[in-house]
C-alpha cells in the first residue's frame, strides 16, 4: 500500500500556541505535511517545543522559519498580525500560501494584506475550537475533530489555494465553510466574543465579592460559576486584541445583550413567571440544537470527562 503524498511539503507556524501545536500534532497523524517548522516570539517558547519535539525544527526567527515554506500558519495574537507580516514578506516563497487562525477576520485582512508580495497567495481562516489552556504543550491531534474552520478568503484569493487549505483543515478533522469576512465578524460577537466578555465581567464582579465573602465564591464555585471561570482563563492578550479589532460587532451584541437583560429584570421584578418560562424554554432550544449538531455532549457536568 503506497502512502499519500503530504499536501504540503513544508509547514511554517508562527507561533506556538494551542493552535498552532494542534495544527502539528493534527497535521503528523494525518500525513499532511512533510516537515513542519515552527517559531515563537518568546525564547522559553522556543526552548520548550524543541524539549517536546513539537515541530520538527525550530528557528529562532520567522524569517528563517518560513523558508521555502509551501504553507505559512500565523498563529500570533491579532493586534501582533501586522509586524510578523510585515517581518517575513521579503522570505516568502512564491507560490507559498500564508494563512492565520485569528478570531477576527476584517482586521487580520486590513493588517495582513497589504504585506503579501505578488505570487504569494493569502487565505485567512478562523478554527472555531479551543481549551482554556495555552503555550505549546497545550495542543494535541484530536482539537479539531467534527469542529468548524471558517475559511475568509481575501480578495482575489486563489481559487486552487483556497480549496487546498480546505482539504488540509479536513485532514485535521475539521469541517469547513467559507464565509466574508463581516459577516464572519458579526457571528463570532455572537458565539464566541460577548461571552467572553460576560465571563470576564462575571468573574470580575464574582472576585470583588470574594473579597467581601472572604472567599466563599471560590468555595462554592460548582454551580454555574465555575465554568464562567472556564471561559475567563483564556489567554489574555488574544482576547485584549479580539475586543480592539471587532469592536464595532462586539458592541452591537452587547448592546442587543443590554436590552434583553433588561427585559429578564423587568420580568423578575414584575413576576412575570409565564415570560420567564417562556424565554428560559426557547433558549433552552438552543442548547439542544448544539448538541444535535455534535458541537457537545448530552454528558452530565458540562460534556467534561473526569480527567480534564
Given at each position: 500500500?503506497?502512502?499519500?503524498?503530504?499536501?504540503?511539503?513544508?509547514?511554517?507556524?508562527?507561533?506556538?500556541?494551542?493552535?498552532?501545536?494542534?495544527?502539528?500534532?493534527?497535521?503528523?497523524?494525518?500525513?499532511?505535511?512533510?516537515?513542519?517548522?515552527?517559531?515563537?516570539?518568546?525564547?522559553?517558547?522556543?526552548?520548550?517545543?524543541?524539549?517536546?519535539?513539537?515541530?520538527?525544527?525550530?528557528?529562532?526567527?520567522?524569517?528563517?522559519?518560513?523558508?521555502?515554506?509551501?504553507?505559512?500558519?500565523?498563529?500570533v495574537p491579532v493586534g501582533a498580525m501586522a509586524a510578523v507580516a510585515e517581518d517575513?514578506?521579503?522570505?516568502?516563497?512564491?507560490?507559498?500560501?500564508?494563512?492565520?487562525?485569528?478570531?477576527?477576520?476584517?482586521?487580520?485582512?486590513?493588517?495582513?494584506?497589504?504585506?503579501?508580495?505578488?505570487?504569494?497567495?493569502?487565505?485567512?481562516?478562523?478554527?472555531?475550537?479551543?481549551?482554556?489552556?495555552?503555550?505549546?504543550?497545550?495542543?494535541?491531534?484530536?482539537?479539531?475533530?467534527?469542529?468548524?474552520?471558517?475559511?475568509?478568503?481575501?480578495?482575489?484569493?486563489?481559487?486552487?489555494?483556497?480549496?487546498?487549505?480546505?482539504?488540509?483543515?479536513?485532514?485535521?478533522?475539521?469541517?469547513?465553510?467559507?464565509?466574508?469576512?463581516?459577516?464572519?465578524?458579526?457571528?463570532?460577537?455572537?458565539?464566541?466574543?460577548?461571552?467572553?466578555?460576560?465571563?470576564?465581567?462575571?468573574?470580575?464582579?464574582?472576585?470583588?465579592?470574594?473579597?467581601?465573602?472572604?472567599?466563599?465564591?471560590?468555595?462554592?464555585?460548582?454551580?454555574?460559576?465555575?465554568?464562567?471561570?472556564?471561559?475567563?482563563?483564556?489567554?489574555?492578550?488574544?482576547?485584549?486584541?479580539?475586543?480592539?479589532?471587532?469592536?464595532?460587532?462586539?458592541?452591537?451584541?452587547?448592546?442587543?445583550?443590554?436590552?434583553?437583560?433588561?427585559?429578564?429584570?423587568?420580568a423578575i421584578r414584575m413576576g412575570d413567571g409565564e415570560m420567564l418560562q417562556d424565554?428560559?424554554?426557547?433558549?433552552?432550544?438552543?442548547?439542544?440544537?448544539?448538541?444535535?449538531?455534535?458541537?457537545?455532549?448530552?454528558?452530565?457536568?458540562?460534556?467534561?470527562?473526569?480527567?480534564?
Amino acid at each position: 500500500m503506497t502512502e499519500t503524498a503530504p499536501l504540503y511539503n513544508r509547514v511554517a507556524l508562527i507561533g506556538l500556541g494551542l493552535i498552532a501545536g494542534s495544527m502539528a500534532h493534527a497535521m503528523r497523524r494525518g500525513g499532511l505535511a512533510g516537515e513542519i517548522v515552527g517559531t515563537a516570539r518568546s525564547a522559553e517558547t522556543r526552548a520548550v517545543a524543541r524539549e517536546i519535539g513539537l515541530v520538527d525544527r525550530v528557528t529562532d526567527t520567522a524569517a528563517e522559519a518560513v523558508k521555502d515554506a509551501d504553507l505559512v500558519v500565523l498563529a500570533v495574537p491579532v493586534g501582533a498580525m501586522a509586524a510578523v507580516a510585515e517581518d517575513i514578506a521579503p522570505h516568502l516563497k512564491p507560490g507559498a500560501t500564508v494563512t492565520d487562525v485569528g478570531s477576527v477576520k476584517r482586521a487580520v485582512i486590513d493588517a495582513v494584506a497589504p504585506h503579501i508580495p505578488e505570487g504569494v497567495h493569502f487565505v485567512p481562516a478562523h478554527p472555531l475550537a479551543g481549551t482554556e489552556h495555552s503555550g505549546p504543550r497545550a495542543g494535541f491531534a484530536s482539537l479539531f475533530d467534527n469542529r468548524w474552520c471558517l475559511i475568509v478568503p481575501a480578495e482575489g484569493s486563489d481559487p486552487a489555494a483556497v480549496a487546498k487549505l480546505e482539504a488540509l483543515w479536513h485532514g485535521m478533522g475539521a469541517n469547513t465553510e467559507t464565509m466574508d469576512a463581516d459577516h464572519h465578524d458579526l457571528v463570532l460577537a455572537v458565539t464566541s466574543h460577548a461571552p467572553h466578555l460576560i465571563a470576564y465581567t462575571m468573574v470580575g464582579v464574582a472576585d470583588h465579592l470574594r473579597r467581601v465573602t472572604d472567599s466563599e465564591v471560590i468555595k462554592y464555585s460548582a454551580a454555574g460559576f465555575r465554568d464562567f471561570t472556564r471561559i475567563a482563563a483564556s489567554d489574555p492578550t488574544m482576547w485584549r486584541d479580539v475586543f480592539l479589532t471587532n469592536k464595532e460587532a462586539t458592541l452591537d451584541i452587547l448592546g442587543r445583550f443590554t436590552e434583553e437583560l433588561f427585559v429578564l429584570q423587568r420580568a423578575i421584578r414584575m413576576g412575570d413567571g409565564e415570560m420567564l418560562q417562556d424565554y428560559f424554554s426557547r433558549t433552552r432550544e438552543i442548547r439542544r440544537g448544539i448538541i444535535e449538531a455534535g458541537q457537545d455532549t448530552d454528558a452530565p457536568d458540562f460534556g467534561r470527562s473526569g480527567t480534564s
